[in-house]
Structures are given as structure tokens and as C-alpha cells.
């Protein structure tokens, strides 16, 4: 595969529940990054991480808790979450934090719906 | 407080026509520019982008304008067709600095045939 692959597509979640969102890149790329798209708002940029650090966090509740074991896996656990966390939730990949090389990359997104 | 704007959340356009996109930024710091085109159920896809030391940068049908003492930018789709239909988001980074992209909301484009 390549690309960025992310999984699940699709998830539906109780508020009590626990789940993760997965995320891989099979381009070699530096950095990875996780966005959250909700309806008529800007994409969101939750956290990044180059080579396996974390280095930007803009103020996301704990209930969202990444997780990057290595330069191409990327997870997102998720626990407790509201049902106002109802979103897109897309992960990137990229050379450099600026872009500047082909700027990111961008997986399918997971389409997660809290009830 | 946004720092990347897209104040029109929607487009719509004859086949053939020229589409305008527009997109503002507040920060001074902000140095790269891209903008990204996603369908439905699909991620963003990286489009064009423009370094400040630019006014213009040019691929095919599309071109990006940049004018840094307005803090605008602007895409221009020449001959639009429908398949350019899709949400066009901008983006900028402080790519120097090393930050993540910051986006915008978005604009709707629709071609119509």
C-alpha cells in the first residue's frame, strides 16, 4: 500500500466507550499530524508529531490521547468523548512541519459519530 | 481567533469560466501557502502552493496569486470543468519557522455544465 491508510472509515461510539484510531504512511515522510474537520469550521490541527515526538498540542481535551509508536504509525484513543466530538478526524503526513516539499499528505479520514 | 479565512462558503460557476477562490491571513509570520482540493468522502489533496517570495506560481489550469501587503490570496481556475467541483481549502504555514499547516473553512466549488 501507499499513502496514508487510516482505519476505521466509519465508527460509532457510545460515550463510555473506548476505541482508537489508526493511522500509517508508507512515504518515508518526517512528521504526522491529526486534524479534526467539523461541519463548517476550519480543519483543526489537534496534534503533531515529528520523528516520533510530539511537538504541537492546541489545547485538545484528555479524552483525546495520541499515540506514535514509530515514524509511520499514528494513533488516536479515544475515551469518554461527547457526543459534540462527532466529526472527521483525518491524519497527514508530511517531509517537513512547514510543507514545504508537496506540502501534506492526508489519508480518508474516519467518520466518527458519538451517540 | 481564525488566522486563515475563506469568507465564501460557496462557488458556483458555468463550464468554461474562470473560478475565483479567495482566502485572507491575519499572522505576518506565515511565509508558505497552499491550497488543497477534497472531494466527498476523501481526503484533502494537495493542489498548489506559493512561497512568499512570490506573487504568482502557475500548473496547468490553475494559478495561485499572493499579495503579501493585503495578507490575500487568491486561486484562479481557467477553464473551470466539472470535475473541479469540490471544497477548496487554503492553507499556510510559518514553513521557516517550522508550524503545522493551518487551514481555512473552506469554499464550496460548483461547475455546472
Known amino acids: 500500500e501507499t499513502g496514508v491508510t487510516q482505519t476505521p472509515r466509519h465508527l460509532v461510539m457510545g460515550m463510555t466507550n473506548k476505541k482508537s484510531l489508526k493511522c500509517e504512511q508508507h512515504l518515508g515522510h518526517n512528521a504526522m499530524y491529526w486534524y479534526k474537520q467539523s461541519a463548517k469550521k476550519p480543519l483543526e490541527l489537534m496534534f503533531v508529531y515529528s520523528l516520533e515526538e510530539r511537538v504541537e498540542n492546541n489545547s485538545v481535551p484528555s479524552r483525546f490521547s495520541p499515540e506514535c509508536p514509530n515514524s509511520s504509525h499514528l494513533f488516536l484513543h479515544l475515551h469518554t468523548l461527547q457526543p459534540e466530538d462527532s466529526a472527521l478526524y483525518l491524519c497527514?503526513?508530511?517531509?517537513?512541519?512547514?510543507?514545504?516539499?508537496?506540502?501534506?499528505?492526508f489519508g480518508s479520514g474516519t467518520r466518527l459519530t458519538v451517540v | 481567533d481564525q488566522q486563515v479565512k475563506q469568507n465564501s462558503p460557496s462557488l458556483s460557476v458555468q463550464e468554461g469560466r474562470i473560478s475565483i477562490l479567495n482566502c485572507d491571513y491575519t499572522n505576518s509570520m506565515f511565509d508558505y501557502f497552499l491550497w488543497y482540493k477534497k472531494y466527498p468522502a476523501e481526503g484533502p489533496t494537495f493542489l498548489i502552493s506559493?512561497?512568499?517570495?512570490?506573487d504568482k506560481n502557475e500548473d496547468g489550469r490553475f494559478t495561485v496569486f499572493l499579495n503579501k501587503s493585503a495578507k490575500h490570496l487568491s486561486l484562479h481556475i481557467v477553464p473551470s470543468q466539472p470535475g473541479d467541483s469540490a471544497v477548496y481549502f487554503c492553507?499556510?504555514?510559518?514553513?521557516?519557522?517550522?508550524?503545522?499547516?493551518?487551514f481555512g473553512k473552506g469554499t464550496t466549488l460548483s461547475v455546472s455544465s
Open positions: 497527514a503526513s508530511s517531509q517537513d512541519l512547514g510543507g514545504i516539499n508537496y506540502g501534506y499528505t
Open positions: 506559493i512561497s512568499s517570495i512570490k
Open positions: 492553507a499556510a504555514s510559518a514553513a521557516q519557522a517550522g508550524t503545522a499547516l493551518i
